[in-house]
C-alpha cells in the first residue's frame, strides 16, 4: 500500500521534514510493509527552502544580510540544480526573528532580501525561486530593490531612510544602477497573497498591525505606499499596485511586479511541481498532510488544501492532521479533505501541545492509518 505525506511545517514545534518524519512513524507503526512516499510541504512562507530542499535535493546556502531591523545576520537559502536558487524572504526579514517589543514596521526594511538575490545572482543563478510570507516590514520592497541598484533620492538627491515610513520623502527614483544581471533572470514568486499594495486590503492595512502597526501607523504606511506607486508609475510608465499579490509581504510583491517582472503563483503549487507531488499522488493509495491550525483560511492557498486538490485529481483520500482545527475547518471537505483531526489528545496548554508535537503527530497518524485499513479490510488492522 502506498502512501503519500506532504505536510506543511507546525509553527514553533515542527519544521516539514521533521512533521513529515513523525507522520510516517505514525504510519509505519499500523502499516509495517507501507510504501511510504515523504514531500515535505510549504506554501511561500517560513520553511520554504527546507521543504524545496528536503523534497527535491539540493544544496544549503548562508550569506550575510541587513535583517529587517538594520543589522548584519546570516540568512540561509538554497541552490537546485546548475542555476536555481531559492530564497524565503522570511529568512531575510522574517516577523518571527523580531521581538514583539522591537517590531517597527514604519522603518523595517526588506534590503536583505535583495542581498539575498544578489547572493544568488553572483552564485549564476539564471531562475530565482523567492517565497514570500511571515515578512516583519512594510516597505513595498523599496529595501530590496535598493540592494539591487535602485536608488530612491529625497528633495536634496539623498537616499530616503529605510523602512515604509522613509518611502513619503520620495522624490525621484533613479533607475540606472539597477542590476543588469536582473534582466536575463527569471523570477517566480511563490505567494498565497493577492491582496493589492494599498487601501483598505492593501498590504498596511491588512497585514501592518499583525508587525505592530497603530493605526494611526497604518494610515501613514498606506499613504507613504501609495506615494511610492505614484512615483514608481511616472517613472516606469505603468501602475503595478493594483496587481493580484503586489501587497504581498509588506508590499514586496508591488516590487516584483513592477520591476521585477516576476511571475506569481501559489506557494504550494511551487513547492509541490518541484517535489513531484502530482507524481507520487500516482497509484498512492491514501495521503496525509497537515499545519499547525487549520480554518476555513487554510482554503486560501494554504498546503492542505493545495495538497488535498493534487490528491483529488488522482482519486486519492486525504487525512489532514493540524495542531489545532478552528471555525470553518470543515469547509476543506469541499476541496478534498477526507478527514481532519487535531493533535491534543486532552486538556494540555500550546506549550505543552507544541513541545509534544512530534509524538502526537505520530499517535494521530497511527490511528488515522488504522481506521482507514479496518475501513478498507472490514477487519481491525493486526
Known sequence: MKIVIAPDSFKESLSAPEAAAAIARGVRAACADADIVTI????GGEGTVAAVLAAAGGQWRSTDVTDALGAMAPAAWGW???DTAVIEMAAAAGLEQVPVERRDPLRATSRGVGELMRAALDAGARRIILGLGGSATNDAGAGMLCALGLRILDGQGMPVA???AGL???????????DPRLASVRIEVASDVDNPLCGPHGASAVFGPQKGATPDQVRQLDAALGHFADLCARTLGRDA????????????GFAAHAFLDASFRPGVEVVAELGGLAQAMRGATLAFTGEGRMDEQTLHGKTPAGVARIAN????????????????????YEVGITAAYSL????MTLAQACAQAAELLTDRARDATRLFLAGRRGEQPG
Open 40 to 43: 515535505p510541504m510549504a506554501d
Open 80 to 82: 537546485l540544480g546548475a
Open 162 to 164: 529605510d523602512g515604509g
Open 168 to 178: 513619503a520623502q520620495a522624490v525621484t527614483i533613479d533607475t540606472d544602477a539597477l
Open 241 to 252: 499596485r493594483d496587481r493580484p499579490g503586489a501587497g504581498a509581504a509588506g508590499g514586496l
Open 313 to 332: 485529481r488522482a482519486g486519492v483520500p486525504v487525512v489532514a492532521l493540524a495542531g489545532s482545527l478552528g471555525g470553518g475547518y470543515e469547509k476543506l
Open 344 to 347: 491534543a489528545c486532552g486538556p
